[in-house]
């Protein structure tokens, strides 16, 4: 519990830093936009951000990391954010942006 506290808090500190969205959730929290959720933080402390499949796939290997999987469920065009990254919050603030950039690319549900 204490992990997932430190990473909540990593998480609103990373959306505080992107203006054109905000946190949603109490228990599970995400971040959504055109319908779409794009980042979310489970119950493990684990935060996954949503990219386009080629996008997914660049970043997996760049990242040295796999696809992102919560609550045993595997997250469709989702990342695990390596724990080396978790204290750069301008990298992943970019890497947000991102990822809301794209999903507004999407047709809206």
């Not at 992107?18 to 794009?38: D, Q, V």
Request: charged letters at 30%; hydrophobic letters at 35%.
């Amino acid at each position: 519990m204490e992990i997932w506290k430190e990473r909540l808090k990593m998480y609103d500190a990373l959306v505080a830093k992107c203006s054109r969205f905000e946190r949603k959730g109490k228990t599970m929290p995400y971040t959504s936009a055109n319908g779409y959720m794009f980042s979310l933080l489970n119950k493990a402390g684990e935060f996954g951000i949503r990219f386009s499949k080629e996008v997914q796939e660049k970043y997996m290997k760049e990242l040295d990391t796999t696809i992102y999987r919560s609550y045993g469920a595997v997250m469709k065009g989702y990342i695990l954010i390596p724990d080396h990254l978790l204290e750069d919050l301008d990298t992943l603030s970019n890497y947000l942006n991102e990822s809301y950039d794209y999903v507004m690319t999407l047709e809206p549900k």
